[in-house]
């Protein structure tokens, strides 16, 4: 089992930077996969970012590549995305999550996660 806990977010402009960091508690962090999902109002769950579990494999959503960096620390039990030049469709609660996996391993479907946080709402103003 392992319990996930986001922070961050918050109401920034748009062009600006945000840091969501998402906390995990349970078994060895490195044994898990993470990743980081968004849900805008009226709107399905997106993928947005995804880690290996050593760190060394990362890969994005087209809407954000370039533009966001997901990191983890295996020390901390701690996976962060930095968000840079935000727009305002950048909008919406952002979803940490993780499922065990190969070490080396990543995965970019919500279905593939069967752990998950509650969510940090970012906004970004126009």
């Known amino acids: 089992q392992v319990q996930l806990v986001e922070s961050g977010g918050g109401l920034v402009q748009a062009g600006g930077s945000l840091r969501l960091s998402c906390a995990a508690s349970?078994?060895?962090?490195?044994?898990?996969?993470m990743g980081w999902f968004r849900q805008a109002p009226g709107k399905e769950r997106e993928f947005v970012a995804a880690v290996s579990g050593s760190g060394d494999n990362t890969y994005y959503g087209d809407s954000v590549k370039g533009r966001f960096t997901i990191s983890r620390d295996n020390a901390k039990n701690t996976v962060s995305l930095q968000m840079n030049s935000l727009k305002p469709e950048d909008t919406a609660v952002y979803y940490c999550?993780?499922?065990?996996?190969?070490?080396?391993?990543?995965?970019?479907?919500?279905?593939?996660?069967?752990?998950w946080g509650r969510g940090t709402q970012v906004t970004i103003s126009s």
């Open positions: 999550a993780a499922r065990e996996g190969r070490y080396y391993y990543l995965y970019y479907t919500s279905y593939e996660y069967n752990y």
């Open positions: 349970g078994r060895t962090f490195s044994n898990y996969a």
